[in-house]
Each structure stands twice: as structure tokens, then as C-alpha cells.
């Protein structure tokens, strides 16, 4: 099995998506720049959603046509629609991710939409990007519990899944959207997808609200992913999840990961600097605990 992980950074997208304090372009910029720098392959730059709905990332084009972009550093962002779709293009966007869930009502809330609507509303999207030549990610959000309806059936999320692979997603980022889940049900979740869908073709994605997320990650890499969703200084929720706190941190991930014996690419240190860095621009502490560990004293 490989000893090489890719870490999908989503701090500037998930990380900020949920703060309450309006970052200006500029910060976001020099996050996104700074995050370039660190050795990570892929940076989530932003959302292309209704700034109704995500005031923080209202400002998507201007941070996305600001940013340097570092050949061999893939910047994809978020897109609910083909309106959103369409704005990614027109400042040059050349991978975008696609987002549902597995259960009903957490989807309502999120994207006002059923399963089934919001696929449908994938398939003109996706045939853009084909002839386009964009990738594509899926996201399939409360894959191991809804903050409305509770328990997620692992069916459901399989058939989610299986559902946006056969649609044309390159990969599939399964999200436990609010940190319930526990290593066991990460894990058995995680080989029922991959039963149905490659799992090279997967990603996991978990949010740390119950402190579960390194240790679901591990029962997760145990299995053989090798995709990995986390956010610099453990930022991150989603405004329509109830109770949803930050992602893993991706500072924690990758000490781990390099402890292990595995490969990142990823230099710690500057993760470390940019992670205090953009808790400065929050006005808040970190919640990685290596950052905390790192700068104590
Ligand atoms: P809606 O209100 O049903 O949309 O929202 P609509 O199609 O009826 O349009 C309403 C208005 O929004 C119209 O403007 C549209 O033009 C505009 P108006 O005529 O009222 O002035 N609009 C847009 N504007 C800009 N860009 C667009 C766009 N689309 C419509 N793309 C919609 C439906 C999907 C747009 C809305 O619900 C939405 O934007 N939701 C996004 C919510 C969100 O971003 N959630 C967080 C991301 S998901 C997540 O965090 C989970 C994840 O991390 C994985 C995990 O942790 O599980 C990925
Ligand atoms: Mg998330």
C-alpha cells in the first residue's frame, strides 16, 4: 500500500465558510499564498455559492483571480450550480467539487434542494466540465450522522456515493459533516463506499467536533485511503450544519501522518507558521494542537 498521502487543504473554502468575522480578499489572498508555499498539492481556494447564503465568501471571483497559482498546486473550489459553475470558469477555474448528502434534511437545509434535485442539477454541470475539460470532486456530506435526522443509514451514503462517481466525479470526499462518527463506523462507512466505488477514487473528510477525527482517520488510512480533506488551524463548519465545529486540523494530520513513516510533501513548519498566522487574522486560538504545542512558550 502506498506510503504517500495527498492532503486536500479546504481551510480557505470549509475553514472560513463559517467565521464570523468577514476576512477581506486580501487575507485570503495571502492565506491561499502562503498555503502555496507549504507543499501541498491541493488547496480548496473558495465557493462559488449565493453570497446570501455564504456571506464570508461573497468575495469567491476577486480571492480566486488574486491568488498565485504554483504550477503543480491544484486550486478547485466549490460550486453548487451551474451559476456557480459559470463564475468559476469566467476567472479561470480548472477543478471544481459538487456537493450533496446523504441525508434528506440536511440537504434541504444546505443547498434547499432534495438528493435527487441537486444531482439533477449536477448533470448540466458536470456535461459543461466534461467538455471543458474540468475535474470534478463530489462531496457527500453526514456520512456518519445528520444534525436533523440523526442516524445515516451507511446504504444511503453508498448509494450517494456510487451515485456521483457514476455521474463522472473523479473522486469522492465522504464528509462527516458534524464529527459525530466513531474509528468503527468510520471505517465500516468507509469500506461499504469502496465496495462500489474505487477507493483510490476516495477521499475522507472529518469534521473534529467530538475529537473523533484523527483517530477515524487512522481506522481510515488502515482500510487504504489515501486521500485526506483537513483545514490549517483546524477552522471549518458549515453555517447549515447545526453544532458543526472545525475540520481535523490539517497541522495535526500531517505530525501524524509523518510519524507514521508517511509522505505528505508537506513542510510542518511553514503549515505551523501559516496556521498561527491566519489564528492572528481570526483573532482566536488555534485548535491545532501541534501549532499549540509548537508556539507555547
Ligand atoms: P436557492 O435560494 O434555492 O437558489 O439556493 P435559487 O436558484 O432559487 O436562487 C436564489 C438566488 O440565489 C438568485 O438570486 C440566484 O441568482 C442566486 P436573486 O434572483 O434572489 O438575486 N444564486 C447564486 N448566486 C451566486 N452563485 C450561485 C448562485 N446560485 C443561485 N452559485 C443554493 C440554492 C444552492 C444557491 C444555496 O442554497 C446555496 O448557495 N447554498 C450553499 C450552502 C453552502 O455553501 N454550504 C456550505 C458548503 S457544503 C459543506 O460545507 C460540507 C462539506 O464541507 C463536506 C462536509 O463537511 O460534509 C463540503
Ligand atoms: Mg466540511
Redesign the pocket.
Known amino acids: 500500500m502506498s506510503d504517500h498521502v495527498r492532503i486536500v487543504e479546504?481551510g480557505p473554502?470549509?475553514g472560513l465558510?463559517n467565521e464570523t468575522i468577514l476576512l477581506p480578499a486580501a487575507v485570503k489572498i495571502a492565506l491561499i499564498d502562503r498555503l502555496s508555499a507549504t507543499g501541498l498539492a491541493t488547496i480548496e481556494a473558495t465557493?462559488?455559492?449565493?453570497?446570501?447564503?455564504?456571506p464570508q465568501?461573497a468575495d469567491a471571483a476577486e480571492v480566486f483571480a488574486g491568488i498565485h497559482k504554483v504550477p503543480g498546486v491544484a486550486y478547485p473550489v466549490?460550486?453548487?450550480?451551474l451559476?456557480?459553475y459559470e463564475?468559476a470558469r469566467e476567472v479561470g477555474a480548472t477543478e471544481v467539487?459538487v456537493?450533496t448528502?446523504a441525508s434528506e434534511a440536511f440537504n434541504q437545509k444546505?443547498?434547499?434542494?432534495s438528493i435527487d434535485a441537486s444531482i439533477d442539477r449536477f448533470v448540466p454541470v458536470m456535461d459543461r466540465a466534461r467538455a471543458d475539460g474540468v475535474a470534478v470532486r463530489g462531496?457527500?456530506?453526514?456520512?456518519l450522522g445528520c444534525p436533523y435526522q440523526g442516524e445515516v443509514p451507511v446504504g444511503d451514503v453508498v448509494r450517494v456515493a456510487r451515485r456521483l462517481h457514476d455521474l463522472g466525479c473523479h473522486e469522492i470526499?465522504l464528509?462527516?459533516?458534524i464529527g459525530v462518527g466513531t474509528p468503527a463506523k468510520a471505517r465500516a462507512m468507509l469500506r461499504a463506499v469502496a465496495s462500489e466505488v474505487p477507493m483510490a477514487a476516495l477521499a475522507v473528510?472529518f469534521?473534529d467536533t467530538y475529537g473523533q477525527a484523527l483517530a477515524n482517520l487512522l481506522a481510515c488510512l488502515d482500510e487504504g485511503v489515501r486521500v485526506v480533506d483537513s483545514a490549517v488551524s483546524g477552522t471549518?463548519?458549515?453555517?447549515?450544519?447545526k453544532g458543526?465545529s472545525g475540520?481535523v486540523a490539517s497541522e495535526d494530520v500531517v505530525y501524524m501522518l509523518h510519524g507514521m513513516g508517511m509522505r505528505t510533501g508537506v513542510d510542518l513548519d511553514r503549515l505551523i507558521d501559516t496556521g498561527a498566522w491566519l489564528a492572528e487574522q481570526l483573532r482566536k486560538d488555534t485548535a491545532s494542537k501541534v501549532t499549540r504545542a509548537r508556539t507555547a512558550g
Open positions: 479546504v473554502r470549509d465558510q465557493s462559488f455559492v449565493s453570497p446570501k447564503w455564504v465568501l466549490l460550486v453548487p450550480n451559476q456557480g463564475r467539487a456537493f448528502a444546505n443547498i434547499n434542494a462531496y457527500v456530506s453526514t456520512v470526499s464528509g462527516d459533516t473528510h469534521h471549518g463548519g458549515c453555517p447549515y450544519a458543526a475540520n
